[in-house]
T-cell receptor
């Protein structure tokens, strides 16, 4: 039972364009969400987070949007750069519970120069 | 990443042998986690610790045990390795209960033959 889903295993985008990575969740108790970026042979690194009290959070080129009614979040990268090519994981947790994060299966982003 | 190291980085072992993976942190963080990463499954929590000698099970704990006798070390043991435990294992740490995300180690690639 996959509580956090990333339905697109891969995505290719031209350099300079927008990358949109999507994530869906099923557990209505989830109220805090993260995005991680992972390069080959390295551990995931924290990218950006969002609390359910917000519907948007920005950090430079990265913006995360949360649609609670649809149980959907998305990561926008504008403009995309070749160095953004990596696997992106979304993760969710219920802050009222044990605070364990459930991760999605990941989306491999390739930014074409 | 500075502050968290995993050893070994690579290991090949035979079915039925015991294996111990080590996670060492210098950040004095209270929370430590072990995840495995597999294609199509993303990152799945094996065990976690919320303090010295305080551990709990994650989503995929069968066949694994953990120990934390010191704040800085979190050991993951496969008592009798099986081929299904071939995976990349990541350790993660956090100072508060997951808020702001985890810091991950670089991973251990384990192959059980």
């Amino acid at each position: 039972d996959q509580q956090v889903k990333q339905n697109s295993p891969s995505l290719s985008v031209q350099e300079g364009r927008i990358s949109i990575l999507n994530c869906d969740y099923t557990n209505s108790m989830f109220d805090y969400f993260l995005w991680y970026k992972k390069y080959p042979a390295e551990g995931p690194t924290f990218l950006i987070s969002i609390s359910s009290i917000k519907d948007k959070n920005e950090d430079g080129r990265f913006t995360v949007f949360l649609n609670k009614s649809a149980k959907h979040l998305s990561l926008h990268i504008v403009p995309s750069q070749p160095g953004d090519s990596a696997v992106y994981f979304c993760a969710a947790t219920a802050t009222s519970g044990t605070y364990k994060y459930i991760f999605g299966t990941g989306t491999r982003l390739k930014v074409l120069a | 990443d500075a502050g968290i190291t995993q050893s070994p980085r690579h290991k090949v072992t035979e079915t039925g042998t015991p294996v111990t993976l080590r996670c060492h942190q210098t950040e004095n963080h209270r929370y430590m986690y072990w995840y495995r990463q597999d294609p199509g499954h993303g990152l799945r929590l094996i065990h976690y610790s919320y303090g010295v000698k305080d551990t709990d099970k994650g989503e995929v704990s069968d066949g694994y045990s953990v120990s934390r006798s010191k704040t800085e070390d979190f050991l993951l043991t496969l008592e009798s390795a099986t081929s299904s435990q071939t995976s990349v294992y990541f350790c993660a740490i956090s100072d508060v209960r997951g808020s702001g995300g985890y810091t991950f180690g670089s991973g251990t690639r384990l192959t059980v033959v």
